[in-house]
């Protein structure tokens, strides 16, 4: 067995093949999937959940259509990220926050 193959078998898929799998199978049996991240986050490098998304294929296409670009807002009415809806993935970017979201922006990561 190679050493792939061995890795492969303990740790499990890489993770776009393995996202890739759960988005056919949440599309099929109708769950949406949700990805968030705060632009601020030290622990997860900002961006990197875009790029993971750009890496999977749902609905048969791989990442999104369009760059997610729209701007959201908080309870406060000030800006709160930024948001994008396809398929059955949502993803949301948290401005002026961290790891943990709902620690940071409760108002905003609970809305």
Known sequence: ?????????????DPTTFLSELAFNSTKHGV????????????????????TVQNTTF???QGFSVQPQTVW???????AGVV??????????????????SHFQPSNGWE
Request: hydrophobic share 40%; net charge negative.
């Open 32 to 51: 949406k999937m949700s990805y968030l991240e705060g632009n601020e986050d030290a622990i997860v490098a900002a961006g990197s959940v875009m790029i």
């Open 84 to 101: 994008h809806q396809e398929k059955n993935v949502s993803y949301l970017i948290f401005a002026n926050t961290g790891h943990l979201i």
């Open 1 to 13: 067995m190679s050493f792939t193959k061995y890795l492969i078998t303990i740790l499990g898929p």
């Open 73 to 79: 807002y908080g309870p406060d009415g000030s800006p």
């Open 59 to 61: 609905g048969g296409i």
